[in-house]
Nanobody
Framework: QVQLVESGGGLVQPGGSLRLSCAAS????????MGWYRQTPGNERDLVAT??????TNIADSVKGRFTVSRSANNTVYLQMNSLKPEDTAVYSC??????????WGQGTQVIVSS
């Protein structure tokens, strides 16, 4: 019903920057929440940042001051990642929640922070 396609992942050195993008298609609610979670092998998928169509955000403490979440219209979300650390290495997955609280996930994009 809703498809999410991420882009922008890759390899970056500590202190560098990356910008992730996610485009949603299909049956998109006029009111929704989109954002990003991340996961490493053997660990739980954790919140990075989300943003609603009204502009309200939830940001993980571990990335506050370094990451910024934004969106375009009602179907695209971005994650600007600055001052990247090795601990930020993970698969980052796009998140979409409709007004009816239906949740969809993207396939995930790999971010590797290493020298």
């Amino acid at each position: 019903q809703v498809q999410l396609v991420e882009s922008g992942g890759g390899l970056v050195q500590p202190g560098g920057s990356l910008r992730l993008s996610c485009a949603a298609s299909g049956r998109i609610s006029s009111i929704n929440t989109m954002g990003w979670y991340r996961q490493t092998p053997g660990n739980e998928r954790d919140l990075v940042a989300t943003i609603g169509t009204g502009g309200g955000t939830n940001i993980a403490d571990s990335v506050k001051g370094r990451f910024t979440v934004s969106r375009s219209a009602n179907n695209t979300v971005y994650l600007q990642m600055n001052s990247l650390k090795p601990e930020d290495t993970a698969v980052y997955s796009c998140y979409y929640r409709s007004r009816a609280f239906t949740v969809y996930w993207g396939q995930g994009t790999q971010v590797i922070v290493s020298s």
